[in-house]
């Protein structure tokens, strides 16, 4: 398979505690998105990486989330002393950008769904 | 700014029917335009797309066409089936920006 994984598919967690958030991208892509979507809504951007420099975060990626793409390959995303809020699907997307600027087409992971209780 | 409307679901139809699923967009810039299809449990899969004004993207049945005049880029299929039931997004992306804004998605229900 050679698509867009993330890991784990879900996760349960207790308010207050740490998570963590795995994306693997499609193997030659340079940029690799971040997107949050909960029940009923389309998908709402967070963050974007080309190769390991993040260049935009959103306004909604609280000082709690932090994302890493340390060797430009996969990517985590990280979310301190999680809160009910925070109970959604975090989506990971990838793309090739072959020139800066370009409209490039995104492909999905299947998501990371977060329930917090 | 930049969003993307669509009609609300859910859009109950029978086997067979046709299909519309209205979307409009406002833009600051000239914009790609997309449809993408989640089934339940699943990621976001791309299902057509449209860069340019006139062009018309097409796959697995479904076509929309980027309407400049009138901002939108309205998803159709002649005949639905079962396992086309899903939600779709429609969403849009600019040049310079490097993310995707997403309608809040509509839900199809086909009936047997």
């Known amino acids: 398979d050679t698509g867009v994984s993330q890991d784990p598919r879900h996760k349960i967690t207790k308010r207050g505690q740490n998570v963590t958030f795995r994306c693997d991208p499609i193997?030659?892509?340079?940029?690799l998105y971040w997107y949050r979507q909960t029940l009923g809504q389309g998908p709402e951007f967070l963050t974007y990486f080309q190769n390991e420099a993040q260049l935009e975060k959103s306004r909604l990626l609280s000082d709690r989330f932090s994302a890493e793409r340390p060797k430009g390959s996969f990517s985590t995303l990280e979310i301190q002393r999680t809160e009910q809020g925070d109970s959604a699907m975090y989506l990971c997307?990838?793309?090739?950008?072959?020139?800066?600027?370009?409209?490039?087409?995104?492909?999905f992971g299947p998501g990371t769904r977060l329930l917090v209780l | 700014g930049n969003s993307v409307t669509q009609m609300e679901g859910p859009v109950t139809l029978s086997e067979e029917a046709f299909l519309t699923i209205n979307c409009t967009y406002t833009a600051t810039g000239y914009p790609s335009l997309f449809w993408y299809v989640q089934y339940p449990g699943e990621g976001l899969q791309l299902l057509l797309k449209a860069t340019k004004a006139d062009d018309k993207g097409s796959n697995k049945g479904f076509e929309a066409t980027y309407r400049k005049e009138t901002t939108s880029f309205h998803l159709e299929k002649g005949s639905v089936q079962v396992s086309d039931s899903a939600v779709y997004f429609c969403a849009l992306t600019l040049y310079n920006f490097n993310k995707f804004y997403f309608g809040s998605g509509t839900k199809l229900n086909v009936k047997p």
């Open positions: 997307a990838s793309s090739l950008a072959r020139k800066q600027g370009t409209k490039e087409t995104q492909y």
């Open positions: 193997s030659e892509h340079n940029r």
